[in-house]
């Protein structure tokens, strides 16, 4: 089992682009959470999909930011016209199902930098 | 809301010495409470899940509690190693409503050779 993959590690962008982040779960694995975790800071949860659903996206920003998990292909998180202060780590985490009894897995995480 | 706090912030010990983490959280209604390793620059790696049931889990070296009516969590680290420095990060789930997971700032460690 290759675990929660994440690419690209390190991602650069200019201000103003569009930056695509990719989360493959583990396998079996069909629930996928966003954490976006701020320099010196902790990790906050973004978003909660299942297979083409969005569960809970209480953690995103209104504008800008979007997720997907399509039935087929890994998720997707997409920040348009991105500025400095999107400069984060953004980790995945899948599990099987929804219980909460469940242990998260977290993939190493893809690094943005917006210049 | 369900708020974490990890204290302290950071911590230098000398290799050999024993070490206790702290881990606090203000609504006991948690499934579970989960112990992360961060490595500068890396991925999340689970230590230690402890259901809400449980009153601690091991692992080797390491030995975490849970004191769900007071809030509180730590995690023990028997003879530290150098490899041991890291940042540790404690996160708890909800029982009820967000099923995400709520993190604490965590613990830099860093074991002194």
């Known amino acids: 089992n290759a675990g929660v993959m994440q690419n690209p590690r390190h991602l650069v962008r200019r201000r103003g682009q569009e930056a695509r982040l990719r989360c493959s779960p583990m396998k079996g694995h069909s629930h996928v959470y966003w954490y976006r975790q701020l320099p010196e800071e902790g990790l906050k949860f973004m978003v909660y999909?299942?297979?083409?659903?969005?569960?809970?996206e209480s953690g995103m920003p209104k504008e800008r930011f979007s997720a997907e998990f399509p039935k087929e292909g890994p998720s997707i998180l997409r920040i348009q016209q991105v500025v400095r202060g999107d400069s984060a780590a953004y980790f995945c985490?899948?599990?099987?199902?929804?219980?909460?009894?469940?242990?998260?897995?977290f993939g190493q995480g893809t690094r943005l930098t917006v210049v | 809301k369900q708020e974490v706090t990890q204290i302290p912030a950071a911590l230098s010990v000398p290799e050999g010495e024993n070490l206790v983490l702290n881990c606090s959280f203000t609504d006991s209604a948690i499934y579970n409470l989960q112990w992360f390793r961060q490595d500068p620059g890396k991925g999340l790696t689970s230590l230690l899940l402890?259901?809400?049931?449980?009153r601690e889990q091991t692992s080797g070296r390491l030995n975490a509690s849970l004191d769900k009516s007071s809030g509180r969590s730590t995690l023990y680290i028997a003879a530290s190693q150098p490899g041991d420095s890291a940042t540790y990060l404690c996160?708890?789930?909800?029982?009820?409503?967000?099923?995400?997971?709520?993190f604490g700032t965590g613990t830099r460690l860093t074991v002194i050779p």
């Open positions: 999909l299942q297979k083409e659903n969005i569960i809970d």
């Open positions: 985490a899948s599990s099987p199902y929804q219980t909460g009894n469940t242990e998260a897995f």
């Open positions: 402890i259901q809400s049931s449980q």
């Open positions: 996160a708890v789930r909800p029982a009820t409503g967000a099923n995400n997971l709520f």
